[in-house]
């Protein structure tokens, strides 16, 4: 069974010595800033009492504040929906409309909606710290206290909402988390994008009803959809009523629209840009150099989509990449393990300044014992790393048979394999080798984050290991290894032509074993092998009804995800099993981290719709049948590919 492991002191000795490093120093006292790659000013470092990480320094951080606002406010939010669907509901409920602002009984229907909408979607800003998602309360709030003084007989209501805004307002540093600059803008263009957009349309339905009690001018039609997007009757006049409800149906929906699109740029999770630039990129190889065969997935954290902490004396770094909210790295920290302190605590402090939450995949278990102590986090052991030692593989015995035969009968059919650095691959053969690979792919998405480089010959990648396989001198096969070590090798991607003899990677991968000693290669880490112990003992006899049942789950989601086949592709070769584990804050934030990590590994790929894209390749494709019809033309040579 898998492991669940929450330490805020590790029991390795090896970590345990770490605290009482220079590094670790540095990270506690904060007494030298951190290194990023955005520039933005250094994160103060965590509290030596094993607080949340603070932005500030020195704030005493209370969680129930934000939970507070939060279910507030989405209270308030329901009351003000609930007011216009079940008025009915909100009467019998009419005790508890003094004590809850927000009711807004005076105001339009459709300003009911779009203030308990715009509530609603501010309540989830608000329980995850975020100053605009405070500011943006505090002002509705106000605006609210403003109404009910206008009347009389709603004062209370009135108090009400102000003891709640001095609330917030005296909590005010309990919201601190930043938003992503960029957002602000794509936020305001998309209002005015839609605004101009609701506008035509009103302007259209106006032109097309011809309902008018009379001849209104152009400035007046403007005036009557723009005071329709918030609800309010506007100098038109309709002759006959219908046209003139379906009107402020209508410009009604297109306000909600407009407002909870808006809302949504404006409140969306800071995801920014990743980017690792050359410097950061050869500080990286520097650190790899030395420290790099602690761990077989260090390599990747050159992957083009990660944003890189630097520790204060800049041994060591984390690569990572922010997903749906959530700060993800992959493996150990790169450099010196007693300077991993150094860049975790900055690390932690940056996913608390923009309330994103960190997680770790596929760290080692001393890795996930440093995470554990430094961060108060929790570990769980995810799977298991193949690591094949190539001085002991061998095709003999009962074990390999089934390896042995396909090797054989693929190197009958007439395969021959080819294993090379990249760097002694001609650039035009390796230009011809990655377009044929890549074809294979046919459009779709490749899968990997955390044991995928996603790029193929690129420069700096020289001590990569390509294997390929030809028939005839046709390319059937790739397979790419990106280096572990002095000594060692990862598996990155492995492609094959789907019309090829089945187990070509089977016989690459042996014969890249077979040339590892030229290359001056000891060891070989396969693919990842997600809950192997509870697949192995699952199936074993003794095995518990539990365990038995996590087989169950497992081998169920092998139809989406691959468990079972990677596990047994894996187990084929007699490999070493290295453990592996995920690091997350807690066990209930462990649904959004998990779909998180599918994100970020492609297992998980939300559906994307190009209008440019779509109009691009219908015009594209309506030339072509217009050439093909033209006689004495000949037809496209090749396919252009999508």
């Known amino acids: 069974m898998t492991t669940l492991v929450h330490r805020a002191q590790g029991p390795d000795k090896k970590a345990a010595e770490m605290s009482d490093s220079d590094e670790a120093g540095h990270a506690n006292r904060g007494t030298r800033p951190a290194v990023k790659t955005d520039g933005a000013p250094p994160a103060p470092q965590p509290d030596p009492a094993g607080k949340s990480p603070d932005p500030d320094g020195n704030r005493v951080q209370r969680a129930w504040v934000p939970v507070t606002a939060a279910l507030l406010t989405t209270l308030i939010g329901l009351s003000d929906i609930l007011n216009i669907l079940r008025p009915d509901l909100v009467n019998r409920f009419h005790r ?8 807004l009984d005076t105001v339009t229907r459709s300003a009911d909606v779009l203030i308990g909408l715009m509530l609603l979607m501010l309540a989830h800003g608000l329980r995850r710290r975020k ?9 509705l709030l106000a ?9 009389a007989e709603r004062i209370p209501t009135a108090v009400t909402a102000i003891v709640v805004l001095v609330a917030l307002l005296y909590f005010r540093d309990e919201f601190y988390a930043e938003g992503d600059p960029r957002t602000r803008w794509r936020a305001l263009w998309a209002f005015g994008g839609l605004i101009v957009a609701d ?28 005071y329709g997007l918030v609800g309010v009757s506007g100098p038109v006049q309709w002759a006959p009523e219908t046209r003139g409800d379906l009107f402020n149906i209508l410009t009604g929906a297109l306000g909600i629209f407009t407002l909870v699109i808006t809302a949504y740029l404006f409140l969306r999770p800071a995801e920014p840009q990743a980017r690792l630039s050359g410097a950061d990129a050869d500080r990286i190889r520097e650190l790899l150099a030395k420290q790099g065969d602690r ?5 990747f954290a050159l992957r083009d989509d990660k944003s890189v902490i630097w520790s204060p004396t800049g041994k060591a770094c984390i690569c990572y990449r922010v997903v749906s909210g959530v700060m993800l790295a992959s493996g150990d920290p790169i450099g010196d393990p007693e300077a991993w302190p150094g860049a975790i605590g900055p690390f932690l402090d940056e996913a608390a300044r923009h309330a994103w939450k960190p997680a770790v995949m596929g760290c080692s278990e001393l890795g996930a014992e440093v995470w554990c102590r430094e961060g108060d986090l929790t570990a769980l052991e995810l799977g298991d790393e193949a690591i094949v030692n190539t001085a002991d593989f061998s095709l003999s015995g009962r074990s390999m048979r089934n390896v042995r035969q396909m090797v054989n009968r693929v190197a009958k059919t007439g395969y021959v394999a080819e294993v090379r650095r990249i760097r002694d691959i001609p650039p035009a053969e390796l230009a011809g080798i990655v377009k044929t690979a890549g074809s294979w792919l046919g459009g779709q998405t490749e899968r990997g984050f955390s044991m995928a480089l996603s790029r193929v010959g690129a420069p700096g990648d020289e001590d990569c290991v390509l294997a390929t396989a030809t028939e005839d001198g046709a390319l059937r096969a790739v397979l790419q290894l990106v280096p572990w070590g002095p000594d060692g090798l990862s598996l990155d991607l492995m492609r094959r032509d789907k019309a090829a003899q089945p187990g070509l990677n089977d016989f690459l991968i042996v014969e890249t074993i077979k040339a590892a000693s030229g290359l001056g290669v000891k060891r070989i880490s396969l693919n990842f092998a997600v809950f192997r112990a509870a697949l192995e003992r699952g199936e074993k006899i003794g095995a518990g009804p539990v365990l038995r049942a996590w087989r169950s789950v497992l081998i169920f989601l092998s139809k989406w995800f691959q468990i079972e086949s990677l596990y047994k592709f894996n187990a084929k070769f007699c490999p070493v099993w290295q453990p592996r584990f995920f690091v997350f804050p807690s066990t209930r934030h462990t649904p959004r981290i998990a779909l998180a990590a599918l994100e970020a590994e492609a297992f998980l790929v939300w559906p994307t719709f190009g209008l440019r894209r779509v109009v691009r390749k219908a015009s594209l494709a309506g030339i072509r049948r217009r050439r093909r019809r033209q006689p004495g033309q000949d037809p496209d040579p090749e396919p252009t590919p999508p």
């Open 199 to 226: 506008v035509v349309i009103g302007l259209t339905y106006i032109l097309l009803a011809r309902g008018l009690a009379e001849d209104y001018s152009f400035g007046q039609r403007v005036q009557e959809v723009i």
């Open 143 to 151: 605006f609210d206290v403003a109404i009910h003084f206008i009347h």
């Open 96 to 103: 508890f409309n003094t004590m809850i602002p927000g009711s």
């Open 131 to 139: 100053r605009r998602a405070w500011q943006a309360v505090a002002a």
């Open 295 to 299: 761990d077989s997935l260090g390599y």
